[in-house]
């Protein structure tokens, strides 16, 4: 079975839990040229008021450039696998279940399909679990 699996920064930032201030977020990286593939917002339900948001792909300096501008910034506490492959039945199971029987423990994942095709970002807590993971992965 052929995927694309690579390694991938995800860059974090805080936003106030208000109408439109995702939206604001989101303009300033659409008007620096920025074309994000991933983005998970949600509120932060033990800090009233607050939410956080994930993106990624930020590509180079002008892109980091503008997502720090956005308020983002590299995420220091989580590692990401990014994952594109054909949508098959059971591919989030077998994907799963393999790194599980490695003992990885994911952080999180995020996945959806397009057509023909499924693409899942893996977050997971470092890099040496992400490699991991990208590895194993690879040889599916």
């Known amino acids: 079975m052929s995927m694309q699996v690579s390694r991938v920064d995800v860059w974090a930032g805080q936003m106030k839990?208000?109408?439109?201030?995702?939206a604001g977020k989101l303009a300033k990286l659409a008007d620096a040229g920025v074309n994000l593939e991933f983005v998970l917002a949600r509120r932060r339900p033990e800090k009233k008021g607050s939410g956080v948001t994930f993106i990624a792909p930020i590509r180079g300096a002008r892109q980091s450039a503008a997502a720090r501008k956005a308020g983002f910034a590299k995420s220091?506490?989580?590692?990401?696998?990014?994952?594109?492959?054909?949508?098959?039945?059971?591919m989030g199971a077998k994907i799963t279940a393999a790194l599980g029987e490695a003992g990885i423990n994911l952080r999180g994942l995020?996945?959806?399909?397009?057509g023909k095709k499924f693409l899942a970002y893996l977050a997971l807590d470092s890099a040496a679990d992400a490699a991991k993971a990208a590895r194993i992965i690879k040889k599916m």
Do not use: C, E, F, Y
């Open 110 to 114: 995020s996945g959806a399909v397009i």
């Open 76 to 90: 220091a506490r989580l590692a990401a696998v990014r994952v594109v492959g054909p949508d098959k039945a059971g």
């Open 17 to 22: 839990d208000t109408p439109g201030a995702l």
